[in-house]
């Protein structure tokens, strides 16, 4: 058995999680939630944390574009939902590579499906057109 200890996210109290799972179910992708042993977290979502993140690693990527015609130059946005985490370099090459046009509004699509994952980057800041 491979233990590995994390700092759970999912809160402003981090606790300090020890994750506890077979090593060759985890290379042979015959992992599953309930193979993973979570000690440490005080709250169910610290357990749920600690599983997740030894079966399928997931994230939400934020960053900004620029926007042409806005009163400001650049508009902050999210993932609608978590990603997995090896496709963030995809997805920040798609980000990268795309422009806005005022006005923005909070929740606008920016990029649907983005790199292929179901998810679309929505709009976090409003940018008028000026």
Do not use: W
């Not at 963030?88 to 292929?116: C, N, Q, R, S, Y």
């Amino acid at each position: 058995m491979t233990k590995k200890e994390l700092t759970c996210i999912n809160c402003p109290l981090g606790c300090q999680l020890t994750v506890t799972y077979d090593e060759n179910k985890l290379a042979t992708n015959t992992l599953t939630l309930d193979d993973v042993d979570v000690q440490g977290n005080t709250c169910p979502r610290g357990l749920a944390y600690g599983k997740k993140e030894i079966v399928a690693p997931t994230r939400i990527v934020t960053s900004s574009i620029p926007v042409e015609g806005g009163c400001y130059a650049m508009a902050s946005l999210k993932t609608a939902h978590d990603i997995p985490k090896g496709k963030i370099f995809p997805i920040m090459k798609e980000i990268l590579a795309t422009k806005a046009t005022a006005p923005v509004k909070i929740g606008d699509v920016l990029i649907h499906d983005v790199a292929d994952t179901g998810v679309d980057i929505v709009a976090t800041r409003n940018v008028e057109k000026c």
